[in-house]
């Protein structure tokens, strides 16, 4: 059974970091594209990042580009998001995903993602 597991998240104050981790069982996803999402209150879930399984690199959506950093250590099967100089618009549930296909790059939409992790709450107070 595939389970993906979110943690690190929290409440912390604008201008705060957080590290959220995603730990990955029941297969390997070394080769292949793992990403976050993120829902707030009242919206559609949305992306935020993705690192390739081909090449390892990274993607980020325009709102957090500069300040979010996402990593994955194929050795732990663990992808992670560096979030730094957070805003309260950032809060929500952040959502862990992987897919089950190899594709070169990565893609931004959800249903291309086969596996996700039952989220973890950021709350980023102003």
């Known amino acids: 059974q595939v389970q993906l597991v979110e943690s690190g998240g929290g409440l912390v104050q604008a201008g705060g970091s957080l590290r959220l981790s995603c730990a990955a069982s029941?297969?390997?996803?070394?080769?292949?594209?793992m990403g976050w999402f993120r829902q707030a209150p009242g919206k559609e879930r949305e992306f935020v990042a993705a690192v390739s399984g081909s090449a390892g690199s990274p993607y980020y959506a325009d709102s957090v580009k500069g300040r979010f950093t996402i990593s994955r250590d194929n050795a732990k099967n663990t992808v992670y998001l560096q979030m730094n100089n957070l805003k309260a618009e950032d809060t929500a549930v952040y959502y862990c995903?992987?897919?089950?296909?190899?594709?070169?790059?990565?893609?931004?939409?959800?249903?291309?993602?086969?596996?996700w992790g039952q989220g973890t709450q950021v709350t980023v107070s102003s």
């Open positions: 029941g297969r390997t996803f070394n080769s292949h594209t």
């Open positions: 995903a992987a897919e089950s296909r190899l594709r070169l790059g990565v893609s931004f939409t959800l249903r291309d993602y086969d596996y």
